[in-house]
Nanobody
Framework: QVQLVESGGGAVQPGGSLRLSCVAS????????MGWFRQAPGKARQFVAA????????LYGDSVKGRFTISRDNAKSTVFLQMNNLKPEDTAVYYC?????????????????WGQGTQVTVSL
């Protein structure tokens, strides 16, 4: 049974940074692309970033390009999301997800397992 557990969320002031982690179990982690999505209250789930199985291929949502970086450590079955220069509009619950293939995608239907989410709040 696949389990994805996110951590690293919290409250930060605008301009601050956070690093999210997602540890996977019950899956051959290195065979799958991974993604991060977020959902703010009253809004639809939004694509944030994705990464291929090797880490060499990455995708980013337009709103986070240049500020967020996705990476992975296959030896530790972990995917990371480094978030810099955070803005109030980044406030949301952040979810990691496992792709059904070795690539990462911006469409959520490409993912077949999801974590429980971690809250990120950006405010003064």
């Amino acid at each position: 049974q696949v389990q994805l557990v996110e951590s690293g969320g919290g409250a930060v002031q605008p301009g601050g940074s956070l690093r999210l982690s997602c540890v996977a179990s019950g899956v051959v982690f290195s065979s799958h692309g991974m993604g991060w999505f977020r959902q703010a209250p009253g809004k639809a789930r939004q694509f944030v970033a994705a990464i291929s199985w090797s880490g060499r291929g990455t995708l980013y949502g337009d709103s986070v390009k240049g500020r967020f970086t996705i990476s992975r450590d296959n030896a530790k079955s972990t995917v990371f999301l480094q978030m810099n220069n955070l803005k109030p509009e980044d406030t949301a619950v952040y979810y990691c997800a496992k792709s059904g293939s070795d690539l990462g995608y911006s469409n959520d239907f490409a993912y077949d397992a999801w974590g429980q989410g971690t809250q990120v709040t950006v405010s003064l």
